[in-house]
């Protein structure tokens, strides 16, 4: 290695856990040099976020460091171990040679104080300026990031920004005295899809102008394989694989990292299934449902990848050019919306009447057709969600048609609306907030049976609830568990058998995987697809990501700021997207 | 901002209106004569009558309200002819702006007229004037005292959290929370002023301004304020620890926090600079909201430790059956509510610009 800047060799970092520790960062050991970068990559989980908190000694009290060393070459021969410093030089390494930004741009800047307070202290906390020359450096630096009106932002506070300006903040910040590495913890995960472009591109442009070196972690490989010259694959603590990023794209020889390069939807052809982990590994535990929480399950005995096993078996056919879903099969429609519109009041006048309205759905014309997928897509904002409670009349729309199987929804008696919420269902993002952590398992999937006293007899709503749990893959011993004894993709397995209770006919998947690991999410996309044909159910599947709208959708609509700016045939839109708007967005998506 | 606050004005006299209509249906419903309380036992028909004449108890009770909402009101209405149930008594209402003025009747701009006590025939405006400065120093202090001692403990709490004298806050917090202030202040004046008076010299009652042993003057007393301010503020101190304690611990494991270490900056400077600020919204919503509960403990406090103030007022005042008293000492307690709610709310928006009012 030449001209070395940062080596982590050995590292275990470890948590308290109920027996013993659970070792979160086990025998990490990773080199960078000046001005390379460094893209991790890892599940939830996989303790990278951890690896690079404690270069800069930030771990969460909780966590130890049991061994190992970073050791820190700040130039002129000299070495420092980070973990053995004293506070007060760690104090002048941290925000000045090294910074780092973190994942959630909405809460990592101080809600109080104005951006530019908040730049002007990291600088004059590191060198000898005044405030004013201080806040002439800040205002070069919001240049630098590309901020619009500098000046603006600058006597702002967070709340007044956007995630994509306020990541572009916390980059000024990190940057402005000139850091030898720049550490990024999911820089661009809570932001969509051409802001995240936008912010790839600045870091980059950052890193060769200023020569900075670059350390990226990220759940996704294709993201960082945007930015990153090496890369490492972090899985349960341990570092899988690393080398170059050609090298390492090419000839993945880790079995999980070929699984975790599989399990994505691909964007070109839509196949039938996804591979999960499980078609790479002859380890049982990711075949579902697997134990209880795979990343803490992990500290007995990871499983060992083995060096390249054989490629995965069974031929995954492609979905493209199957004949059930050609356009000969739109002529049933399940819904039929025609200049649906949806105003939100954002300033009331005194008399509680609105004087300034937000339009969350401009005229929306979208026809849903029976036993077939509808993807929407949007960035955050664009109406799709608003578009989800209106089809599930949750909300009343302010103007507008809105007709369920050629009825008038806004006209339906008691009658016909108990029907409609049988039959109309929603899975939502969120597994962790929208399970009621004091139901179990059995007594959550039954309560709709209950209500609508499906089965009088106790047996029979049990054998139902059981039938369920293994038609969404869950063993029996799953009905007495609470939620938070579950993953985060058993308790969206458990969230899809509750919605089927009721043989529902229509389900909004509203961003349902969009919390989940790439790999679990390839599981549940497949369940979904699975329970799709089983059922003949009709899926409205609303997502900000191309590459699961292309694996679900038989037809895709595309909205922009409460408007349907396209909609067409899955493969044809990809193909040939007529729309500016959806063309910018599917350049925007990082690829391989 | 300003439409915030007038808005919030108007909010807060629509309140006063609901409380006052209150207080009026709740002294008219309970039994009881007041001309009759007022006259004892030896009582004539005649007087009797004139009394409740004087008091328009012979009205019926939509006009009485009505007066009763004219007298309160600054701006009021009233009529030239003194034998007018609505006569604009100079006696009752001086001093006066007259705004229109009728052939019969005007307009006026005055204080509100709390009517008199039945008992000693003083205005009640007179009685309240007299005794609201004590009762508001002495909540003033004790909420000062504990909120001071509160926040610094708690930070003190969260920052050395699972160590002894985090546990030793927290069981002195549960210990203060339950323990009822009439039985506290008995405690305290018992021990600091009784037992250990010699050592302290400190009365076990006082008030704050007192006429010296030889009738020369009057002397400001501040000691006397030591033991009720200590005894009122135990129970929101308790309260104060523990939620500055909580929401301390809160706010340090925020992610600006984390953002604050991994600029650089010292330990001292993220916690008084980036943390405090934060972590105080929430303390500050319960010391206003301490301050209600600090009304209804204050009347035990004053009453054991003979301080003259508007819990002394009112129990007397409910001894002896002396309604408007009561009523204006009721409405002069909500009236205080509202207005440190309105000021808690302003201080919201200074520390935390995200509540910008609109």
């Not at chain 1, 049991?66 to 941290?94: A, E, M």
């Not at chain 1, 139901?439 to 059981?466: A, C, F, H, N, W």
């Not at chain 1, 044809?572 to 729309?579: D, Q």
């Not at chain 2, 006569?87 to 709390?114: H, M, Q, V, W």
Request: glycine residues 8%; charged residues 20%; contains cysteine.
């Amino acid at each position: 290695m030449n001209n070395p800047l940062l080596s982590i060799s050995g590292l275990t970092v470890s948590f308290p856990y109920s027996r013993g520790r659970h070792r979160a960062v086990d025998d990490v050991s990773l080199d960078l040099s000046g001005g390379r970068s460094l893209g991790i990559v890892g599940e939830s989980g996989s303790g990278k976020s951890l690896t690079a908190l404690s270069v800069l000694n930030l771990l969460p009290v909780a966590a130890r460091v049991d061994q190992g060393s970073v050791f820190y070459y700040p130039g002129s021969g000299k070495t420092l171990d980070l973990l053995k410093v004293p506070p007060r030089q760690i104090r002048q390494i941290r925000g000045n040679a090294i910074s780092m930004i973190f994942q959630e741009p909405m809460t990592s800047l101080n809600p109080v104080f104005t951006c530019g307070d908040q730049v002007v202290e990291a600088i004059r906390t590191h060198q000898d300026y005044s405030y004013g020359q201080a806040k002439k450096q800040a205002l070069k630096w919001f240049r630098e990031v590309e901020l619009p009106s500098p000046e603006r932002i600058y006597k702002s506070y967070p709340h007044e920004l956007s995630g994509g300006q306020r990541q572009r903040v916390m980059i000024a910040m990190a940057v402005s005295c000139n850091p030898s590495l720049l550490i990024a913890d999911e820089p661009t995960t809570a932001l969509d899809v051409t802001i995240q472009q936008s912010i790839l591109q600045l870091l980059g442009g950052l890193k060769e102008r200023y020569g900075m070196s670059l350390m990226f972690i990220s759940h996704d490989l294709a993201v960082v394989s945007q930015v990153a010259d090496d890369l490492a694959v972090m899985h349960q603590g341990r570092v899988v694989e690393k080398g170059t990023k050609e090298a390492l794209l090419r000839d993945p020889q880790n079995d999980y990292t070929r699984g975790l390069m599989a399990c994505r939807p691909p964007l070109d052809h839509r196949p039938q299934r996804l591979y999960t982990l499980a078609d790479f590994t002859r380890d049982q535990r990711h075949a579902a449902p697997g134990p209880k929480n795979a990343s803490t399950a992990g500290q007995k005995s990871a499983p060992t990848y083995g060096q390249k096993s054989t490629p995965p078996t069974g031929q995954i056919s492609s979905f493209d050019s199957d004949p059930h879903d050609k356009p000969s099969s739109y002529s049933n429609e399940l819904f039929s919306l025609r200049g649906l519109s949806k105003d939100f009041a954002l300033k009331t006048n005194f008399w509680g009447k609105a004087v300034q309205q937000l339009r969350a759905l401009d005229r929306v014309d979208l026809d849903i057709y029976k036993g077939q997928t509808l993807g929407l897509v949007g960035e955050s904002g664009s109406g799709k969600s608003t578009l989800a409670r209106v089809l599930l009349r949750l909300i009343l729309p302010s103007e507008g048609l809105f007709r369920y199987q050629g009825g008038d929804v806004a006209e339906f008696g008691k009658k016909q609306m108990q029907a409609f919420r049988q039959q109309v269902q929603i899975v939502f993002q969120d597994p962790y907030s929208t399970l009621n952590p004091r139901l179990s398992t059995g007594s959550m999937i039954s309560e709709p049976l209950r209500y609508y006293r499906y089965y009088t007899d106790r047996k029979q709503r049990r054998d139902r609830v059981m039938e369920l749990l293994e038609n969404v893959r869950l063993t029996p011993d799953y009905y007495n568990r609470y939620p938070h004894e579950l993953s985060g993709g058993e308790r969206q397995r458990v969230a899809i058998a509750r919605v089927l209770a009721l043989n529902p006919g229509f389900l909004v998947l509203d961003e349902a995987v969009s919390a989940l690991d790439v790999s679990i999410q390839a599981e549940i996309l497949n369940l979904l697809q699975e329970l799709k044909s089983r059922y003949h159910l009709t899926y409205v599947f609303i997502t900000h990501d191309f590459s699961v709208v292309r694996f679900m959708s038989d037809r895709i609509a595309v909205m922009k700021e409460g408007r349907v700016v396209e909609t067409g045939a899955a493969e044809e839109l990809f193909r040939s997207p007529s729309h500016g708007y959806t063309r910018r967005l599917l350049e925007s998506i990082p690829s391989l | 901002m300003a439409q915030y606050f007038i808005k919030r004005i108007l909010y807060a006299i629509l309140i006063l209106w609901g409380v006052a209509t209150l207080v009026f249906v709740l002294f008219n419903v309970l039994p009881g004569d007041p001309a009759r309380m007022l006259m004892g036992q030896r009582s004539d028909v005649a007087s009797i009558q004139a009394i409740r004449k004087d008091l328009g108890l012979n009205r019926s009770k939509g006009l009485q309200y009505l007066k009763y909402l004219n007298d309160l009101s600054p701006v009021s209405y009233h009529s030239h002819e003194p034998s007018d149930y609505f006569y604009l008594d100079p006696d009752k209402y001086a001093p006066y702006t007259r705004l229109i003025k009728g052939k019969n009747n005007s307009l006026i701009l005055k204080s509100p007229y709390l009517r008199r006590s039945y008992q000693s025939r003083k205005q009640v405006a007179g009685i309240i004037g007299q005794t609201l400065p004590n009762t508001f120093i002495l909540a003033f202090s004790s909420i000062i005292f504990a909120s001071l001692v509160g926040i610094f403990l708690g930070i003190l709490a969260a920052i050395y959290k699972d160590t002894l004298f985090d546990r030793l806050s927290i069981f002195f917090s549960a210990f203060g929370m339950s323990l009822p202030s009439f039985f506290a202040a008995i405690l305290i004046g018992w021990f600091f002023a009784f037992k250990l008076g010699d050592v302290t010299g400190l009365n076990l009652t006082g008030n704050l301004y007192e006429v010296d042993d030889f009738g020369r003057g009057v002397h400001l007393r501040l000691k006397n304020l030591i033991l009720p301010a200590l005894t009122l503020g135990i129970r929101p101190l308790a309260i104060v620890i523990q939620l500055s304690r909580n929401s301390m611990l809160d706010v340090l494991s925020r992610d600006y926090i984390r953002t604050a270490h991994a600029k650089g900056l010292a330990f001292p400077r993220v916690l008084f600079r980036h943390a405090l600020r934060n972590s105080l919204n929430p303390v500050i919503t319960a010391i206003s909201g301490w301050f209600a509960s600090l009304m209804a403990g204050i009347v035990f406090v004053e009453y054991i430790f003979g301080w003259k103030g508007l819990g002394y007022v009112i129990v007397d005042a409910l001894n002896k059956y002396d309604l408007p008293v009561v009523m204006g000492v009721v409405l002069t307690i909500s009236v205080m509510f509202i207005i440190i709610n309105v000021l808690v709310d302003l201080t919201y928006a200074l520390l935390d610009p995200r509540v910008r009012l609109g």
